[in-house]
């Protein structure tokens, strides 16, 4: 400072005003920002470990385990993953300052016992922002575990006959082995481009007598906006073109001759025969034939998803701004539904898509007929497979969850260690590098999971599809799927009547209640009458 006044610079108190304004300086959203995707370049090493290695070798087994074992492996993840979110959760409230005085650090380094004080504002804003979204998904965690109490035994009856073509054809636990070594090589691509994307532009002096500042490019944005859709969409892609090969090996294996022999296990069948047959057969007449339905299915998604974002971030603006803006609480009122409406949207569909898929699998029709087929079968059969969809969907999503919630928790103490808390390996924040690690080891866990999904739902889908080609019979269906789903449907068709008797009855209480309550109002009425009488008589 007395250099800084020896050349007749103003005078500026020293202490907390610098710290605030070099605070500000570095605590806007492109600055945040910068240091994020900085972040993830540090943390390199543990990208490919929790979001590469991890999610891998978890996927595997645990797909292995619900083929062979499903009944205790769901019964298990459905526990696991309570426990899981909790931690995650835990985690969270630790880093944020919740629970515990492990906050944040500040961005602009000063110890421990000045953080207290002048902790990064930036930084514990947007981990409160994620602390709040990982409460309601446990409380939403905890709901939907509830509510499969009671109905996950009879689905997975039928999951189990379904989840038979998966151990029939072995080679299905290993083709996801393929689009995973693609998705790694493009995501290691992504993020290098997406550091030099952030860097990219000029470095200009200061109009003062020194210093430098970074100008960006004048459109840069555009080219960063279309980045991150590419991210998305060659994701949904390779999942889109796994899903598809997988159905068609499922397909090729129910609709077999000599069916009852392939199922139960009979003589002159061997299921090691099979091997990469159905899956390199498929592959090569999804790459040659259906390329483009896939490209169109996972790019109908994204624009529904990124309207979404939109809304919600009018909405979260327009909340902040409602103090200063008369008319702001109004349209982020009138906004929800639009959001609630898109997310409806997405999520249905994200489900006509994957249906879609399955259609084109089987019998090779344009992605607008292959959507419009597996609509109406799923619509003429709701009480057969619309529910068994629903509950096998969520079973294997939660085990999806259980998997990257493991990677995100084995991040989160990784960048607990001193190599990342000092040094040149400094990482400002876990935020970007553990939410990285959790959206990658989901898509890995969507690849390898996707086998068992997709076979569930084939399997589904043939079955309604051989019934409606032989008049209500599904003549190449096992015996055991037949009776599993009939077991399904009773027990649905038994649950929705003990509803409607419970309804019922309330309101026959209801009216027996409104019935007496009439009684006693007459009856004191007709007291009140009595009095009445004897008193002017005895007047």
């Known amino acids: 400072m007395q250099l800084w006044t020896s050349l007749n610079g103003s005078a500026v108190s020293s202490g907390p005003p610098i710290v605030i304004a070099v605070d500000r300086v570095l605590t806007t959203s492109i600055a945040s920002l910068k240091r994020y995707i900085a972040d993830l370049g540090r ?25 062979n074992f499903l009944r205790p492996t769901a019964w298990i993840s459905l526990a696991l993953l309570n426990v899981l979110a909790l931690l995650v959760t835990l985690y969270f409230y630790i880093k944020v300052g919740w629970i515990g005085a492990d906050a944040v650090n500040a961005v602009i380094g000063f110890k421990s016992s000045d953080s207290d004080n002048w902790v990064s504002s930036s930084e514990r804003s947007h981990l409160k922002i994620v602390a709040v979204f990982i409460t309601f998904a446990l409380i939403l965690t905890v709901l939907v575990t509830v509510a499969l109490l009671h109905r996950i035994s009879a689905a997975l009856s039928v999951m189990k006959v379904s989840l038979q ?50 100008q960006p490019r004048k459109h840069i944005i555009w080219a960063i906006l279309f980045h991150f859709f590419s991210l998305y969409w060659v994701t949904q892609f390779v999942i889109a073109s796994t899903l598809t090969t997988a159905a068609g090996a499922v397909a090729s294996y129910y609709w077999a001759k000599g069916e009852t022999a392939l199922w139960n296990g009979g003589e002159g069948t061997s299921w090691k025969g099979m091997g990469w047959l159905p899956v390199i057969s498929t592959g090569k007449h999804v790459t040659k034939f259906n390329l483009g339905t896939m490209a169109l299915g996972s790019l109908v998604v994204p624009p529904v998803e990124f309207a979404q974002f939109i809304l919600q971030t009018l909405r979260s603006r327009l909340r902040s701004a409602e103090m200063t803006m008369p008319n702001g609480a109004v349209i982020s009122t009138h906004g929800r539904p639009g959001t609630y409406c898109l997310g409806c949207l997405d999520r249905t569909l994200t489900h006509i898509n994957r249906n879609a898929y399955i259609v084109t699998a089987v019998s090779g029709k344009k992605f607008c007929k292959a959507s419009e087929r597996a609509t109406s079968l799923v619509t003429n059969n709701p009480s057969k497979v619309g529910n068994v969809f629903i509950i096998s969907d969520l079973i294997i999503s939660l085990c999806k969850l259980c998997v990257s919630l493991a990677c995100a928790l084995f991040a989160f103490s990784m960048l607990d260690s001193h190599r990342y808390k000092s040094s040149l390996n400094r990482v400002s924040s876990p935020l970007f590098p553990v939410l990285f690690c959790w959206g990658f080891a989901y898509t890995t866990a969507s690849l390898f999971f996707a086998v068992a999904e997709i076979a569930v739902d084939t399997v589904l889908l043939s079955y309604c599809i051989d019934a409606e ?35 019922r009855r309330s309101s026959y209480y209801e009216e027996d209640n409104d019935h007496d309550d009439n009684g006693e109002k007459k009856d004191r009425s007709g007291d009140t009458s009595d009095s009445d009488s004897g008193s002017s008589r005895n007047t």
């Open 469 to 503: 080609e032989n008049k209500g019979t599904a003549v190449f269906a096992p015996a055991s799927l037949a009776e599993s789903l009939n077991t399904f449907t009773e027990s649905e068709e038994a649950r929705a009547a003990e509803r409607d008797f419970r309804k």
């Open 43 to 67: 943390s390199w090493p543990v990208l490919l470990l929790c979001g590469g290695f991890v999610p891998l070798v978890l996927s595997v087994l645990w797909v292995v385990l619900l083929c």
């Open 165 to 214: 073509s998966v151990v029939a054809i072995p080679s299905l636990l290993i083709y996801p082995l393929i689009p995973f070594c693609i998705l790694a090589i493009f995501q290691i691509y992504w993020v290098a481009a997406t550091m030099y994307l952030f860097s990219a532009g000029e470095v200009k002096p200061t109009r003062l007598c020194c210093g430098f500042k970074f």
